[in-house]
């Protein structure tokens, strides 16, 4: 895990009312509305079908976490972190990789990339609600 990964301020007040927002990078629409099924009731999710509007919306979006798939038609999740890490904002803020490869140097590669965890699909609930658990500061007072 890289150090940009590891969760490192405190929450203040207002932070720790709100809902944490989860941008999810997918050209399938069906993967993502299994991932805002799965974490609408904990989470706000946006969702994002063309990856080539990242930078706009990161324009107008504060995300606490990111979920990106690895391969998409034109631009591929590698190609979106240096876009997101572009933004002072989100220097530090956690990417979590979805994606159906289950090749070892796919895995390898989104980690050195700055990635913090991989995810393979499909995906059952659980596992992708623990793992973003892992990465993206909560207050659980």
């Given amino acids: 895990m890289s150090d940009s990964c590891l969760p490192s301020k405190r929450l203040d007040e207002g932070e720790k009312n709100r809902k944490k927002i989860i941008l999810a990078v997918d050209d399938s629409p069906v993967l993502l509305k299994s991932v805002s099924a799965a974490l609408s009731d904990v989470y706000k999710v946006y969702m994002l079908s063309d990856p080539a509007e990242l930078e706009k919306v990161l324009r107008k979006l504060t ?3 990111f979920l990106l798939d690895y391969q998409m038609p034109l631009i591929n999740g590698f190609d979106l972190i240096p876009i997101i890490r ?16 289950r090749k070892l140097e796919i895995l390898t590669a989104a980690i050195s990339f700055g990635a913090c965890d991989c995810i393979i699909k499909p995906f059952k609930p659980a596992i992708l609600r623990n793992k973003i658990e892992k990465h993206i500061i909560m207050d659980w007072s």
């Fill in 63 to 65: 995300p606490d976490l």
């Fill in 86 to 101: 572009s933004f002072e904002k989100h220097k530090d803020t956690p990417i979590i990789f979805l994606t159906s490869m």
